[in-house]
DNA sequence: GTGGGTGGGTTTGATTTTCCAACTCACGGG
DNA sequence: CCCGTGAGTTGGAAAATCAAACCCACCCAC
């Protein structure tokens, strides 16, 4: 039987575990635009202050986040990306992405990004191996869990 | 005063509001995996049913998903990926390659992407413009918004 | 036709989270 | 002394989630 109701085990489901919940995101997008404190975090992002702080305790707790005294006396913190927060930025820039394209259509973008190439970064997912953009047709799914497969290619339709 | 309580505007946020709901995501992968059933869906995620027909709902009503029967008599639908839909691959890809590295290290890994090149899918995010991976120290941001800021580029510990 | 199974949900009621405002504590400035 | 700022904590009301049960239409086997 196998415990029928256990979910697809996966690495989405994983992460989003850690950083899936209301405005966790968002406080990764102000700790890595630089703006680590608790009053800026709050304002920048709109959530209760309660709800922010178990946000930043766990995140904190998973290695996203390092919480550090800037100040003794009276006692200040504030909160910055580990190295594996600051790899959560290309899904920052992929949400960015998405909703500069579909919710805004390029147009009137409330920030841009600017690549040290000197042009605006458009964020392109490619594969490592062959360098090319990735697209869904050119994948193919391969579950290495017994019991849990996949139907295949999707025509979008 | 410009309403002293508002969030940031940001895209991220905007996406977040769309498909950041528990469960969302989780749907938008069973979706492209061609998983596109109720009961599958029900199963493979691990959701309440109720919440299931929620996310569902909002789903469709913000084109990311498309309802369609693929049986009258009885009534019988499915779920697929719109072309806005599949353009949110990149994020689950960001975020399967987050836990793949940070949450199992490379190892026993639940599910394989394979690309169309022959090699396992290892997705790297790369600037448009100069095709080169993006770094975080690479990027600058510009807030176009009258009154946020940003403090600029952060050192990660 | 009767009984069981499947697919796609909706309903019900208990449990958890979220939300918001107010409160605290420790300073620092005028 | 009084006010403001930073970093939270506390309390109670409102909303979302959860699990299980229910519903309806159909199919199949007996």
Request: net charge neutral; charged share 25%.
């Amino acid at each position: 039987m196998a415990a029928p109701k256990d979910p697809r085990p996966c690495s989405i489901a994983d992460t989003l575990a850690v950083v899936g919940e209301k405005y966790s995101l968002l406080v990764l997008r102000e700790v890595c635009l630089g703006n680590g404190r608790f009053d800026q975090l709050a304002r920048n992002i709109g959530a209760p202050r309660d709800i922010l702080a178990t946000r930043l305790r766990r995140l904190v707790e998973a290695g996203v986040l390092t919480r550090r005294a800037y100040s003794e006396h009276p006692q200040r913190f504030d909160y910055r990306p580990t190295a594996a927060g600051l790899e959560l930025e290309p899904v920052l820039m992929a949400l960015k992405e998405w909703g500069d394209h579909h919710l805004r259509h390029h147009t009137d973008l409330p920030m841009t990004m600017e690549h040290s190439c000197g042009h605006e970064l458009v964020p392109v997912v490619t594969c490592r191996a062959c360098g090319s953009p990735v697209h869904h047709d050119d994948l193919t799914a391969h579950p290495q869990t017994p019991g849990w497969t996949v139907k295949g290619p999707v025509a979008t339709s």
